[in-house]
């Protein structure tokens, strides 16, 4: 008797909250893709390699340097590390952040090597990691609001555009040239779904 009235009190309550249940099946199916999506490509990117290049150890010296001096007691420690399973540079990780880049870069280009660590290392900067994890837990929320969506596409275009503005403000005017041809041949490299990271040619690359 009592488990017939338990089960009496549950069909009770799901047909009084339907639309609850909908919208719980519709956010743990979102939340399911964005986890298993992140899963996927951080056990691509943790096969990756400390980046053997003089280049990029002596930027990174300087850029630690610096994080030291502005930053006391903030413990960030970047790396960058070298992948053969991406196409673009892309960042991810938010203690320990890590720039990754693709083994067939063009290594010898230093003044673009260059360009791609500043982008890369902007998105460390403004947190973009942190902000786009908060955008897919206001995905999972309201999955079922369109302009929800349209808000993570914007907002993924707008970080981009920050850092393309925070690069250009520290390279300097007259390498915008250079910094848009990069933008170009990196976005022809682009595939793939990603996860909360940040990537060097995500997306609305004409605005760019």
């Known amino acids: 008797g009592s488990l017939a009235i338990f089960l009496k009190d549950i069909k009770n309550w799901m047909r009084n909250n339907v639309l609850l249940i909908v919208w719980g099946l519709g956010a743990l199916l979102c939340a399911a893709f964005f986890i298993l ?15 053997q290049n003089e280049f990029v150890a002596q930027w990174l010296k300087r850029r630690q340097l610096q994080g030291r001096r502005f930053f006391p007691g903030l413990c960030r420690r970047t790396q960058v590390r070298v992948s ?33 660590l500043w982008h890369e290392y902007m998105h460390i900067c403004h947190y973009d990691v942190v902000l786009k994890l908060l955008a897919v837990f206001v995905c999972c929320l309201h999955w079922f609001n369109p302009f929800v969506w349209l808000m993570h596409l914007f907002l993924n275009r707008d970080v981009e555009l920050a850092c393309d503005e925070s690069v250009v403000r520290k390279k300097g005017v007259s390498g915008k040239s250079a910094y848009a041809n990069i933008l170009i041949g990196m976005e022809a490299k682009r595939n793939g779904i990603k996860p909360p990271c940040s990537n060097f040619s995500q997306n609305s690359i004409e605005k760019r």
Do not use: A, H, N
Request: with cysteine; glycine share 2%.
């Open 37 to 51: 999506t992140y899963v996927r490509c951080r056990r691509e990117f943790s096969m990756s390699l400390p980046v």
């Open 84 to 116: 053969d399973r991406v196409d673009t540079p892309l960042t991810y990780g938010v203690f320990c952040p890590v720039i990754l880049l693709p083994k067939k870069l063009e290594w010898e280009k230093t003044e673009q090597l260059e360009y791609i």
